[in-house]
């Protein structure tokens, strides 16, 4: 616009306006420093002569590949022009905390992943079976309520506590057929034979993790789901017959020792149960196999003993059961007839001897636990 | 350890059985980026189990980080980022989830480890996929999510092995990125096992060549291509004449049509091939020193141990007939 034409000043307008900046130019891509370091280069255990990195044009040369003889650097992630994503570094200046804080993340991560997501994922089908297994352990509390509200004695009777409903809550045929084996299948199968399978060892191992805190937090994951199953049904049944039937202290303390035995009972049955179930999964890859495995163990062992008592009439053979072994002793602890030949103690030492093994096994295979590769 | 070296080993000897695994092995990497080389079954695997302290030496000794290998490998492993070759990562666990373990199996607050994994995710540039499942995401997201596992502690030194395994070029080129910046503006460690040459000259500056069991080459990457330095030529006008003139002169040749490289030993090297090519009278178009790369030194060094060997593929492969070759050529030096 010239200044003639200019009625309203906007050359002086414009002159007041700071005339625009250029763009900043781009800054180049950093790269590593090139910088002469003294050799410090060895070769075959011999330091080698070190000459550093020498350019040169030949008098007859055409001055082609000037410029190619440059070392080759990483080019910063810098970004271009439109992107948006800046890549910064920022440095941690926490603390790390103690053993028992690390062992603790293992615990909360297996038996939190039950409820909540974040942790470890449990597959649907084992939350269901969690789920229908315990309402399945709680059967007995509904038929003490119906039995409380109608006012059927005998069915009280049948479902209220004794010796041996105390005993059959843990180790009854009910249980162990339809709900604790096939809990221990599913909550133990895959909790070492999946970390072999995805390579999750590494995670654990390449960290402050040893095998042992490992191991023990793995068994104290698994135990404690299932204790949580059993022992709280267990508790909930006693509490539900005392409640429901309106008892005092007299018959608390008539029944609370068959109650107590029955929770060392439990505590042998899913301790039991555990090693076996764990020393399965280590010895596995994928928890298909220790899932099917444990059943057949639990279910087979049974089945067998069963054939050649009926072939032979001999029951020794419940001795390679850890089902019977654990009922055998179960009913000695409670003070109930045994429905076995042999003496209590064989199947005691039949259990430590299960347990022993079971335990050798986990042991030694957790031990194989690669952390570079299998 | 003095505060120059990060590793320091003194005669590191593992043994499995009747198998050596690390025979003597002296180590003393400086801090920065180092690359792991070596073939198959030579043993660094077990060197990157003894850095980590994980593993019982036969004998020998060491520090990682000013750490007895023997004794603090709790301690070491606190300090170490290692982001493993294969999976290593729950697949059906969100990436932030399973990052955020990774922290707390380290001894990190729940709290802290979780603002720090979205940090970390963020940096290796999954911040928007981070509450995806990991088994929903491709090769070069994985590899992403270890490393991130293996940075949420700011670790001092990241061991990463073979950590563009499987990436795209795009994917490959982020990985390294990444990598490269956490040494430049981290301020980081980093030994990075991999096959690829070009990724280790990309990345290191440094390099560590294990064989046997045995470091065969280690220092700077710039000093190593000094044992294998050429100078290259290209002659119009009677190339096989300045040939035989160097070779009479007895500078050691080889030549391809009109290029040739010559073994430079010191400085006058230059004078001799222009003298050469004065007396044959033939025009040298180019002369300049030749840059190996790390391909040519690894080629070197092997054919120096006696193996014969075209590329670093045939030993670093895996199983070919050329490694069979190299290796009973191998027991023959032996």
């Known amino acids: 616009m010239s200044g003639e034409n200019d009625e309203f000043g906007l050359d002086e307008l414009l002159d007041e306006v700071s005339p625009p900046q250029p763009l900043p130019e781009p800054a180049p891509p950093e790269t590593l420093p090139t910088m002469a370091a003294p050799s410090e280069a060895e070769f075959m255990g011999e330091s080698g002569a070190v000459t550093g990195k020498a350019r040169m044009e030949a008098a007859y040369g055409t001055g082609e590949g000037e410029g190619q003889g440059m070392a080759m650097v990483a080019q910063s992630a810098t970004p271009g022009s439109g992107t948006i994503f800046h890549q910064i570094y920022r440095p941690w200046r926490g603390n790390l905390n103690p053993r028992w804080v690390r062992n603790w993340s293992i615990l909360r991560h297996h038996v939190y992943g039950l409820f909540s997501k974040g942790h470890r994922p449990w597959p649907m089908t084992t939350k269901l079976v969690v789920v229908i297994v315990l309402f399945g352990s709680l059967l007995p509390i509904i038929s003490m309520s119906i039995a409380a509200l109608t006012g059927l004695d005998a069915l009280m009777t049948i479902y209220g506590v004794s010796r041996a409903n105390l005993w059959g809550h843990i180790l009854g045929t009910f249980h162990n057929t339809c709900c604790w084996p096939l809990l221990t299948a599913l909550i133990v199968g895959g909790l070492i034979s999946e970390d072999r399978q995805f390579g999750t060892s590494a995670i654990y191992f390449s960290r402050p993790v040893t095998r042992t805190d490992y191991t023990l937090m793995k068994y104290i994951s698994a135990a404690l789901i299932l204790s949580m199953i059993i022992v709280l049904s267990y508790c909930a049944y006693y509490a539900a017959a005392i409640i429901l039937n309106n008892e005092g202290w007299a018959y608390l303390l008539d029944t609370l020792p068959f109650f107590l035995v029955g929770l060392v009972v439990a505590f042998m049955l899913f301790v039991t149960f555990t090693s076996i179930g764990l020393a399965l999964s280590s010895i596995s890859t994928g928890r298909f196999f220790p899932a099917v495995a444990f059943l057949g163990i639990i279910f087979g062992s049974r089945i067998l003993a069963f054939l050649i008592k009926l072939l032979f009439s001999e029951d020794t053979l419940y001795l390679i059961s850890p089902y019977d072994n654990l009922a055998h002793v179960g009913q000695w602890m409670m003070g109930l007839n045994t429905t076995y030949e042999f003496p209590a103690a064989w199947s005691f030492v039949a259990l430590l001897l299960m347990n022993g093994v079971s335990l050798y096994i986990l042991i030694s295979r957790v031990n194989s636990l690669e952390v570079t590769r299998e | ?334």
Not at chain 2, 125 to 144: I, N, P
Not at chain 2, 165 to 192: E, H, P, W, Y
Not at chain 2, 200 to 218: N, P, S, T
């Open chain 2, 1 to 334: 350890m003095t505060e120059e070296w990060i590793i320091e080993t003194h005669d590191l000897v593992k043994k499995y059985g009747e198998h050596l695994a690390l025979d003597k092995v002296n180590l003393a990497v400086r801090p920065g980026a180092t690359g792991l080389l070596g073939p198959n079954g030579a043993g660094k695997s077990t060197l990157l189990k003894t850095i980590l302290g994980l593993i019982a030496l036969t004998s020998g000794g060491g520090k990682v980080l000013g750490h007895d290998i023997a004794t603090e490998g709790a301690k070491i492993r606190q300090r170490i980022g290692y982001m493993p070759e294969y999976d290593c990562l729950i697949p059906d666990m969100e990436a932030i989830h399973q990052v955020r373990y990774a922290g707390e199996l380290l001894g990190m607050n729940s709290s802290s480890a979780v603002q720090r994994a979205h940090e970390v995710l963020e940096y290796v540039g999954l911040r928007d996929q981070r509450y995806r499942a990991v088994s929903t995401f491709s090769t070069g997201m994985e590899q992403a999510t270890k490393l991130a596992c293996s940075l949420i502690h700011d670790p001092d030194l990241l061991l990463c092995d073979e950590p563009t395994n499987g990436l795209d070029a795009s994917a490959r080129g982020f990985m390294l990125d990444t990598l490269f910046q956490v040494v430049k503006q981290g301020g980081r460690s980093i030994i990075m096992s991999s096959h690829l040459m070009d990724d280790v000259e990309r990345i290191c500056d440094r390099m560590l060549m294990i064989h046997k069991g045995q470091v065969i080459a280690q220092g700077r990457i710039e000093d190593l291509k000094a044992i294998d330095r050429e100078i290259e030529i290209s002659v119009w006008g009677g190339a096989s004449k300045i040939e035989e003139k160097l070779k009479d002169m007895g500078q050691s040749v080889r030549r391809t049509g009109r290029v040739m490289r010559i073994t430079r030993i010191d400085d006058s090297t230059y004078g001799t091939i222009i003298q050469a090519a004065a007396e044959s009278g033939v025009q040298i178009r180019k002369m300049e020193d030749y840059e190996p790369s790390l391909e040519d030194l690894f080629i070197v060094i092997m054919d120096r141990l006696g193996y014969s060997v075209k590329s670093s593929r045939d030993l670093l492969g895996g199983e070919t007939p050329a490694m069979d070759q190299a290796a009973q050529l191998g027991r023959k030096v032996a």
